[in-house]
């Protein structure tokens, strides 16, 4: 079990630019989050998968977020047209579907992508 | 709004005493209620859970306490370790049977461990 890992650790950019972010779950986790953290604030959900189905975004993820998980396996979360307002930690987490008659899971989260747009 | 609050933003102690931090909730269909430990340029690492069927969980020097008539918990740090220096948040979910568990984070405290 190597975790949850996150590509690239940082990335700089200017305003209007598209990046692409790389997240590679917990094997066999079949449930990915992302959410965004900015300075003094606590992270923020933005999008959930289930296997390879996207099954909740937040209002926070406008027209120029998308995500994907085409295999059910590693997710890309893509930012077009940057702002600088962009700016933050962006973290990827997962989990399991656990076995109990609950469904609530625990998280385990990546080191984060750290985007700074100029 | 925030529907998960951490108020004390800081919060110092000195090895070897217990730390105590605190959070509170204002939605009442939160069911399921998390710790996580934060240290700079990494993501939080998961400590210590707790669902709302119960009012106390316990994992080593980790102990987390459920109010909810007042809408409360704390997470214990007994001995407190300069290892624990890092910022501490509460998250809250909601059990949405089989879709999203996201999570509702809390600001944060950050915890200073002296030695």
């Known amino acids: 079990d190597t975790g949850v890992s996150q590509d690239p650790r940082h990335k700089i950019t200017k305003r209007g630019q598209n990046v692409t972010f790389r997240c590679d779950p917990i094997s066999e986790h079949n449930r990915l989050y992302w959410y965004r953290q900015t300075l003094g604030q606590g992270p923020e959900f933005l999008t959930y998968?289930?296997?390879?189905?996207?099954?909740?975004k937040s209002r926070l993820l406008s027209d120029r977020f998308s995500a994907e998980r085409p295999k059910g396996s590693f997710s890309t979360l893509e930012i077009q047209r940057t702002e600088q307002g962009d700016s933050a930690m962006y973290l990827c987490a997962s989990s399991t579907t656990p076995t109990s008659g609950s469904s609530v899971d625990t998280q385990y989260f990546g080191p984060g992508t750290r985007l700074t747009v100029l | 709004d925030q529907q998960v609050k951490q108020n004390s933003p800081s919060l110092s102690v000195q090895e070897g005493r217990i730390s105590i931090l605190n959070c509170d909730y204002t939605?009442?269909?939160?069911?399921?209620f998390l710790w996580y430990k934060k240290y700079p340029a990494e993501g939080p690492t998961f400590l210590i859970s707790?669902?709302?069927?119960?009012d106390k969980n316990e994992d080593g020097r980790f102990t987390v306490f459920l109010n909810k008539s007042a809408k409360h918990l704390s997470l214990h740090i007994v001995p407190s370790q300069p290892g624990d220096s890092a910022v501490y948040f509460c998250?809250?979910?909601?059990?949405?049977?089989?879709?999203?568990?996201?999570?509702?984070f809390g600001t944060g405290t950050l915890l200073a461990v002296q030695p």
């Open positions: 998250a809250a979910s909601v059990d949405g049977g089989g879709a999203t568990n996201k999570l509702i």
């Open positions: 998968f289930q296997n390879e189905a996207q099954l909740e």
């Open positions: 939605n009442s269909m939160f069911d399921y």
């Open positions: 707790i669902s709302s069927i119960k």
